[in-house]
């Protein structure tokens, strides 16, 4: 088991305990305990600041005497186990276990428990390595901004606290690096994966997240969230701007209720039609001929091929009306959208249809509106893409497809003055989230 590391624990509370000659320290960092008499706090440290304090303080605690030095045990409640039983799992005694949870259930309801629960456990350890070991804290998250926790005091006995943050309303403003993936680097910053999936769908069809996008490239997003004193994020709403590399898109809602992204100068950034139909899929067969992987013999491949699981999502990839969605020979379940202009675009060997999706069916580009598959003629799932220009076939990687629409005239002068506040906003930073640091003052000895 590691050592008993606050920075660890998901929601960012966690009882440190130095017990030598009964003494105790408890750090909880960002949670505010309220105190209306006391005087104006300081503003909050830097989170480098705050990371050595938390160690200073821990290198400070001594174990029990008889105890080995204070453990963080993560645990997650079982299926079909009580809150009691996981507790034990934690390693300590049955009684010791029972106690804890009716001190937890002065707070919460501790019956009515769900798998997957997750907990944090401090626990030290008998030195001779024999027997239970010892319950130091224990730090349970009840809701999106509020928490429990159990805590040992001076003489030894647990001590209950509900914790509880205020909620705020911000426009936040992420700007980083991608490093890993852009979730990953983007939930860091306070972003959610339903922001992250909007991002993803704007950039599609002008960057291929696949190939493209390389470790340290740049990204910015300004979003609405509804975010606690610690800054963990809540709810968000719309997102309001989002750049990748240099490439910006602007959110803007037309006088007729449709909400739109356009680049920097007035133009829907949004292709005619989409540069990659799945999401995160990969690029297996071009355009051309080939040998037939099923057949064995060469022929016209006149589309291209996706690589991704059975399942995965496939979006249309312009607004259109569906023609056809049916079973078509090789191609197996096969989807045909009409877009204007003269264009279709088709989608094979799909292991099902969106729910809805049928000839006659209105969609808009990004919908959902089937699943990969490998029905016809095909060897593994994946998603067999075309583009038609007027009954005709052509390459979907070098069609040259219709631009977006240009704003004009009262709406350009909207757009602009919208453009010039998140351009603001960026400048500034937005609005930083409130952080509390209320056991930094502890630890100063306030």
């Not at 007729?256 to 100068?265: I, L, P």
């Not at 039609?273 to 051309?288: C, E, I, K, Q, Y």
């Not at 291209?304 to 090789?330: C, E, H, M, N, Y």
């Not at 497809?401 to 240009?406: E, F, L, M, N, R």
């Given at each position: ?77 079982l299926r079909g186990e009580t809150l009691e039983e996981a507790v034990q799992r934690a ?313 977006g629409t240009v704003l004009t005239g009262a709406e350009l002068a909207r757009f602009r ?30």
């Amino acid at each position: 088991m590691a050592e008993f590391d606050p920075r660890r624990f998901s929601f960012r509370i966690a009882p440190r305990v130095a017990a030598g000659g009964g003494a105790l320290i408890a750090l909880f960092v960002a949670w505010k305990f309220t105190d209306t008499t006391s005087e104006p706090s300081e503003p909050p440290l830097a989170p480098e600041a705050v990371a050595a304090l938390e160690h200073a303080a821990f290198t400070q605690a001594k174990a029990q005497p008889g105890y080995a030095r204070v453990e963080n045990v993560p645990v997650k409640v079982l299926r079909g186990e009580t809150l009691e039983e996981a507790v034990q799992r934690a390693g300590v005694a049955p009684e010791e276990a029972r106690m804890a949870v009716a001190m937890l259930g002065q707070a919460m309801d501790t019956v009515h428990i769900k798998a997957g629960m997750a907990f944090d456990a401090a626990v030290a350890k008998p030195r001779a390595e024999r027997g239970p070991a010892r319950l130091i804290g224990l730090s349970m998250r009840t809701g999106p901004a509020t928490a429990v926790t159990l805590s040992r005091t001076f003489d030894g006995a647990l001590r209950l606290r509900a914790l509880e943050e205020e909620v705020s309303q911000e426009t936040t403003v992420a700007d980083g690096e991608i490093h890993g993936s852009l979730y990953e680097s983007a939930a860091k910053l306070g972003a959610t994966p339903d922001i992250v999936a909007k991002v993803s769908k704007l950039f599609s069809h002008k960057i291929d997240f696949e190939r493209d996008i390389k470790a340290g490239d740049e990204f910015k997003l300004v979003f609405d969230r509804k975010v606690t004193e610690s800054g963990r994020t809540i709810e968000t709403g719309e997102l309001e701007y989002a750049e990748i590399r240099g490439v910006k898109f602007y959110r803007f809602e037309r006088g007729d209720g449709d909400v739109e992204y356009f680049d920097e100068n007035g133009k829907n950034i949004r292709g005619f039609l989409l540069r990659t139909p799945v999401d995160g899929a990969r690029m297996t067969s071009n355009f051309g001929m080939r040998r037939h992987p099923v057949l064995g013999y060469a022929r016209a491949h006149q589309g291209v091929d996706f690589g991704a699981g059975t399942g995965t999502p496939i979006l249309a990839a312009g607004d259109g009306v569906v023609v056809k969605a049916s079973r078509w020979g090789g191609y197996g379940n096969w989807l045909q959208i009409r877009h204007s202009g003269g264009w279709d675009t088709g989608y094979a060997h799909l292991s099902r249809y969106a729910k809805g999706v049928r000839p006659g069916t209105r969609v808009r580009q990004g919908q959902v509106v089937g699943y990969v598959g490998t029905t016809g003629l095909s060897t593994g799932p994946h998603l067999h893409y075309e583009v038609w220009l007027k009954g005709r076939r052509v390459n979907p990687v070098g069609a040259k497809v219709p631009q977006g629409t240009v704003l004009t005239g009262a709406e350009l002068a909207r757009f602009r003055a919208q453009k010039a506040r998140i351009e603001r906003l960026l400048e500034t930073g937005g609005q930083s989230p409130v952080r509390s640091y209320a056991s930094l003052d502890a630890a100063r000895g306030r």
